[in-house]
């Protein structure tokens, strides 16, 4: 009597769990997947600019970023962005560090069901007291992404290797990077994201687990997004703001 009560309840959350599935796979996008600039595989298309301009706010240090990416083809995009951090309780401020990054799409829903990108790019350290890791300037990383796009969900996931050629103080680190993103409606997205970093140096590995609300007015978004670090027991907050041209 008791397998069989465990029997049923074990089949109706499967129910459950299946019937939330097949409505979430259903649900009809209205708002077109081209213009949805928070979905992890969304890329700009050919001549596109796509501008991303954050805030975010974590114990004592606030930070801004802007970002700003071309489409040269629908398969090939470039973007770079700049951050500035304000510490309240030191004088570590200015800017931390500028990025340039490129986007290849190797795979397409065109060319198969699975969607593969290529990642490369550099991170150049900006003022002198911000370095990060404080003996580098210079960061190069080069990776993978790959995933699935559905009418009302976006699966994908990241693996991305980074090194630090320092002739006294090498890194490398790897990060894989897993995200669910929903459509909840027309206009309202929920997403879900993890950061788990392995480095040879282990002061540097990281467990980042985080979310978002997306609000979209046509071709902008609203951005609500938040992460926590476990290695640092630290939250951080904040609101980002995407405008396609």
């Known amino acids: 009597m008791i ?3 465990n ?4 089949f109706g959350i499967c129910f459950v769990t299946c019937a939330l599935c097949s409505i979430i796979l259903s649900i009809d996008a209205m708002a077109s997947i ?3 600039t928070s979905d992890p595989l969304w890329i700009p298309g050919a001549m596109d600019f796509i501008t991303r301009v954050s805030g975010d706010y974590s114990e ?3 930070r801004v970023h802007a970002n700003i990416g071309y489409g040269f083809t629908d398969r090939l995009s470039i973007n770079a962005s700049i951050h500035y951090q304000n510490n309240f309780e030191t ?3 200015g800017f931390s560090n500028v990025d340039l990054n490129g986007v290849y799409r190797m795979s397409d829903d065109d060319d198969s069901r699975i969607i593969s990108d290529a990642l490369i790019g550099v991170r150049f350290a900006g003022d002198k007291d911000l370095l990060t890791p404080e003996f580098t300037d210079t960061v190069y990383h080069a990776g993978l992404r790959i995933g699935r796009i559905w009418s009302g969900i976006t699966l994908s996931g990241t693996l ?4 630090i050629f320092d002739s006294n103080h090498g890194l ?3 990060d894989f990077i897993p995200e669910i993103y929903f459509r909840v409606t027309e206009n309202w997205r929920l997403g ?3 950061d788990l970093r392995k480095a040879t140096d282990s002061v540097y590995d990281e467990q980042v687990v985080g979310g978002k609300i997306v609000r979209q007015f046509g071709y902008t978004q609203y951005v609500l997004f938040g992460d926590y670090e476990f290695e640092r027991e630290q939250w951080r907050g904040g609101l980002r703001i995407n405008v396609l041209f």
């Open 3 to 5: 397998k069989f009560k």
């Open 7 to 10: 029997l049923c309840r074990k």
């Open 34 to 36: 081209e213009t949805d």
């Open 60 to 62: 004592d240090l606030l």
């Open 91 to 93: 004088s570590a401020d």
């Open 160 to 163: 991305k290797t980074s090194w």
């Open 172 to 174: 490398a680190f790897i």
């Open 192 to 194: 879900l994201n993890a």
